[in-house]
Structure formats: C-alpha cells, structure tokens
C-alpha cells in the first residue's frame, strides 16, 4: 500500500539475486461497504468527524432518520437511508455509507484546472491538496457521486481522504476501525472484491436476494470504494447512488477536443492575421500619409 | 439628440465621444483580464497567467468580477450602438465584396455608415456571447448553489462557457488586429476620439457624407 517506495528493484554492486525482486505486491486499496449488515448506527461518521477534526452540523428532520440531505464540506461520511418499498409491499430500510467513492477515473481530478490541487496516488485514493485549490469548484461539476463541497468560509472545496494519512502510516481508515457490525472492510482490492462477491452470493443462495451484486462502477473505472447491494440492478433505490457513472461528457469534450480545437483556433488566428499583415500591410488612407496629421498612428 | 459635433474646429472628425471611448475601455480591460485570468484555467500551460495575475485564488476572484464589469459594460454599448449596429440592406454587398477589404482594395468596396457590416458583426458575437457568459459563468461561480437535480445546468455550464469565449477570442484577435495594426488611424479614434476627413471619407464614406449635411443643413 504505501511501501512502494521501499520495494527494492537493484542494488548496487550485490552478488546473488535482490531479496523480493519480482515479488508482486498489491498496492490498490479498497474500502468494501456492506449495505446489507449495515445498521446505521452513525457510527462511522462520529469516527471521521472525530479523526478529521470537524464538530456536528446542525441537523434537520425530514420524518426519517436522515439527519443531512448530503454530505458537506466538514462532514464527509454520511449515511443515506431510504425507505425501500418492495414489490410485495413490504418496506426494507436501505442504508447506504455515502463518501468519495475513489474513482479509478476520477471526475474531479478531470475537470480540475489547478496545478497539484487534486492527485491520485498509487494506492487508489484520489485527494485534495487544499493549499493548491483555487476554490473554482469544476471538480463539484465533474463528480458523477456529487461528493466535492465548497466550503465558503475556506473559498475551497473538501472531500473525503480514504483517510490518507492513516492508511500512509499503515492503519485503516477511521470510519473502518468504528464500525460495530463489520459491514466495513479495507484491505487490497482484489481482496476486498473476492470477500464482496462471496458476500453477495450467499446474499443471492441463501437470503432471497436474487440480484444482489456487488457496485464497482465500470464506467469510472471501476472504484476503491465498492459496496455489497441487495438489489444492484437499482442502486438508485440506496439513496441516489448512479447505476452508470461516468466522467461527464461535457467535461470531457471541454478537456479533449474543444482544448485541441480552441488552441489551434488561437494560435491559428494570431498567426493568420500577423501573415495577413505580411501579405497586404496595413491601410492606410491615401492623403493621411502625406496630410501630417499622424493618422498613420 | 444632443451631442458633440462631428466636425471638429481642428479640421478633424470626431469618431468616437468621450462617453463612447469610456464605455469602450470599461468594456475591453475587464474583457482583457477576464480572457487572461481564463486561459489560466482553460490550459495547463498557461496556470502561470494566474499567478501574474494577483495569485491563483485572487485570479479565481477576479476572474468573475471582471466578467460583470464587462458585461455591464457590452450593454452600455448596446444602449448606446444598438440602432446603428442593426443590418441594413447594403450590408449584404459588402460581404459579398469582403475579398476587397481583406485585400486592401478599399475603392471596390461598397460605402458603409458609421458601422461597417464587420463591425457590425464583431458587435453582436460580443452581445450575444457576453449574455451566454454572464448566464454560464455564474453557474460556475457558485456551482455549490446549483442542486444535485439540475446538475445538468453545471454540466452544459462547462461546456458552453468556453466556447463562447473562444467566439470572443476569435473576434478579440481580429478586433485588435484591425485596431492597431491593420487599419491606421483607428486605434486613436478610440483612444483621442477623432480621425482625418480622407479616414471618414474612406472607410465610413455614408456616415461622413451624412455629417457633411447635416453641418452644412444647420448653417
């Protein structure tokens, strides 16, 4: 995870073979969010407040326990609930942790125009360098999970670490350690995907849920935050999580073809007039060049 | 309609008042940092405009700002040459004949009135780009506002936001090309407000006409 700086390739001037070359090391990460034995108990939101120093927001009631409409910019886990009615009849309260999903393709990273503000590191985990944020807020409009939030007090915009600086030195992520169910895992990706769908089978073989699956969004290329879903076929229904997610068309087009079209456009066009100027000079008005009045100017 | 007159007392035509180069000059340096201030954040390899500019954050700031100053500005112009930047019948002829013009072959043109069909043209690819700038733009000025269900509005934002400026970029070179380097005499209409006789009679020759008679009716 984060010793890949550590791995060693060569060694100077050492006879025999280099301990751990060729060694493959699995670097992703991955957080696994289990909606099916989630008990939204909040826990793991007190844990991310609490590890990233952020006080309670104001809550509001809308005769559900949903304390937030979304996620905020000091407030970056929360759990979406949704009153599921089902095609017997019957409610099931779904519950979804919501947070930055650690796109593969990342959205925001995308539609960012300042230099260092967001990166991707090896690991998987997309973040924000908030020194270099320019506060313009494209990555609000590049995210398909609608995760970046503008803090106005700050002029910048926040979002969830994957807690880096814990999984850096080697620990899990706050909301992880906090979970009292074990609906959350982390580990490596190819991990955290072999337990998910195993989850999801026996969801399918022995609790009824025919078409339970497992998110992990192609579109985005896939993510570092995967969840176990009843239903896949509707994870609309766990609080607007997109079936589809993809880069929005419109920021690619900006950041692909119309960059190349406007800049050819624009050194097209100061080129084409400074030839323009070459080929047929200026004009200047017979009588003004000899009348003195400076109309040359 | 009470203004300066055009015929000025130093034998020179008064091209643009006082009022109409102020308008001008509140229109283009806005327009100037705006368009400076958005290449920074249109390209990577001109971030570094920003940091000229005042600071990364201070551009972001400004960059705004700049854009309502400007498009204040572009509907002052619009009160002030809206009537005269309106198509006439001859406008017409002279694109067909803009071959000329680009060739400096001016006494195959048609005349034009005090705004040639060009002008006319630059004029109105501002207005209406400005507008579709102004309405894109603070979407991207306060993205944080626009709800998660109309967040189609941010996506088309991204979108329509840039080309419109690139229309602008595409007038703003041919605009300042024409203003200083390519047609002598223009840049200080704009700047001291007037130009010889032989200029008017050259390049405006309808307008320049039209203000003979009306000196000579007022005698």
Redesign the interface.
């Known amino acids: 995870m984060s010793q890949a700086a550590t791995e060693i390739v060569r060694i100077s001037a050492h006879a025999g073979s280099v301990p751990g070359a060729g060694l493959n090391r699995e670097f992703q990460v991955c957080k696994l969010v289990d909606t099916t034995t989630c008990i939204g108990c909040k826990a793991c939101e007190v844990a991310c407040l609490e590890w990233n120093g952020y006080t309670f927001s104001e809550t509001t009631f809308n005769n559900s326990y949903q304390t937030m409409p979304e996620t905020a910019w000091n407030y970056w886990n929360l759990i979406k609930f949704n009153e599921h009615e089902r095609d017997d009849g019957s409610t099931m309260l779904l519950m979804r942790k919501d947070q930055c999903m650690h796109c593969e393709d990342p959205g925001c990273l995308a539609a960012c125009p300042a230099d260092g503000a967001i990166v991707q590191y090896a690991n998987g985990i997309v973040d924000f360098q908030e020194a270099n944020c320019i506060g313009c807020g494209y990555c609000i409009s590049g995210c398909p999970f609608n995760i970046p939030k503008f803090s106005p007090a700050a002029r910048k915009v926040f979002k969830c670490t994957l807690c880096n600086d814990r999984v850096s030195q080697g620990l899990e992520p706050a909301c992880i350690k906090a979970c009292p169910t074990g609906c959350l895992h982390f580990g490596t990706k190819p991990e955290m995907k072999e337990l998910a769908e195993k989850r999801a089978g026996q969801l399918r073989e022995h609790s009824g849920f025919a078409d339970a699956g497992v998110y992990d969004p192609e579109g985005v290329g896939g993510t570092h935050v995967i969840y176990v879903l009843h239903d896949a076929k509707n994870p609309e229904a766990y609080g607007g999580l997109p079936k589809d997610p993809h880069v929005p068309i419109s920021v690619r087009l900006w950041k692909g073809p119309l960059k190349w079209i406007g800049n050819l456009a624009i050194v097209g066009g100061v080129v084409g007039v400074f030839i323009h100027y070459l080929r047929f000079g200026p004009k200047i008005v017979k009588g003004d060049e000899k009348s003195g009045q400076g109309d040359n100017r | 309609m009470s203004r300066e007159p055009y015929l000025l007392p130093n034998g ?1 035509v008064l091209r643009y008042s006082f009022h109409e180069r102020l308008v001008h000059w509140l229109a283009a340096i806005p327009y100037i940092y705006a368009l400076l201030s958005g290449l ?5 390899w001109l ?1 570094w405009i ?1 940091i000229v500019l005042g600071g ?2 201070i ?3 400004l960059h705004p700002w700049a854009g309502v100053i400007f498009v204040i500005a572009v509907s002052l112009m619009h009160g002030m040459w809206g009537r005269e930047m309106h198509e006439t019948p001859s406008d017409k002829a002279w694109w067909a004949n803009i071959r000329h013009y ?3 072959e ?1 006494d195959q043109m048609p005349s034009a009135d005090r705004f040639n069909p060009g002008q006319k043209l630059l004029f109105w690819g501002f207005f209406w780009n400005a507008f579709l700038l102004l309405l894109t733009g603070l979407i ?1 000025w ?3 506002y626009i709800p ?1 269900n109309l ?1 189609i509005l ?6 329509v936001h ?2 419109c400026a ?1 229309l602008t ?2 007038l703003f ?2 605009h300042v ?1 024409m203003g200083t ?5 223009s ?2 209409s704009v700047i001291r407000g007037d ?2 006789r ?2 008017a009679d ?2 405006h020759h309808t307008w320049y006409r039209r203000i003979l008679g009306e000196s000579t009716s007022r005698k």
């Open positions: 020179r920074a954040f249109w390209s990577p971030f920003a990364t954050t551009a972001r700031e680009i060739r400096n001016d991207l306060f993205p944080q998660w967040r941010r996506l088309l934002a991204v979108i840039p080309i690139l970029i595409a070179i041919i090309y380097a390519f047609e002598r005499g840049f200080g130009v010889s032989a200029w050259e390049h």
